[in-house]
């Protein structure tokens, strides 16, 4: 049971200082702001740094509560190099106890505080399918990740598009890139549950060194 306890307690040392410090890929589902300007207040920096001509793209968030709420950030027809097209924020409000999200800062719809961010893939004629940081609601390719995310441990992340389906994909991540500022992923449940495990674990051990 004490190695038990002592692995567990290494394994939450090293997620811990994994999230925390080291900047890598995390394919978070849902992230949230680290930017709360008042604790009622808070806003996301995007821009968008990199584009195929080939498969342009929509690109937005959505609310974990309501995965059909969504916010388009960036157009499929906007180009990397047209600013200030390429570099928008998105404001966030917490209007008497509902959150609210606005491009503008004027025009505001009712929104989550949590939230996922999503792709539609457009082929020059239509849009053809929407691929999600949560992998279950892609629209094809389901449970298939089209979406790779980075954090760099702090409130900066990047997100990449693989726009093929995953029959013919080369999974090269370049279809379409953007950065984000002043977010952090949510931690998923089992990550909560190990690292609470670790805790414990951890407390266990020094009540026993107490006793001693």
Known sequence: MKKFLTITVLLSCVLIAGNVFAYGVVNAPYWTLTDFTTGET????????????????????????????????????????LEPL????????????????????KTWQGFDVNFGFYFKVYDGNDYKYTFFTDSSLNTTDVGIQHIRS?????????FYLESMLSANSNWDWNDMKVEVH???PIPEPGTVLLLGVGLLGLLGLSRKRIQK
Do not use: H
């Open 182 to 184: 002043d977010i952090a």
């Open 150 to 158: 980075e954090w760099d441990g702090i409130e900066n992340a990047r």
């Open 86 to 105: 390429s570099a928008k924020s998105v404001y966030f409000k917490n209007n008497s106890g509902t959150w609210q999200v606005s491009l503008d800062n």
């Open 42 to 81: 808070g806003s996301t920096y995007n821009i968008l740094f990199g584009e195929s001509p080939s498969f342009e793209s929509d690109f937005g968030i959505f609310s974990q509560k309501d995965p059909t709420n969504m916010l388009r950030i960036f157009a499929a027809n906007e180009e990397p190099s």
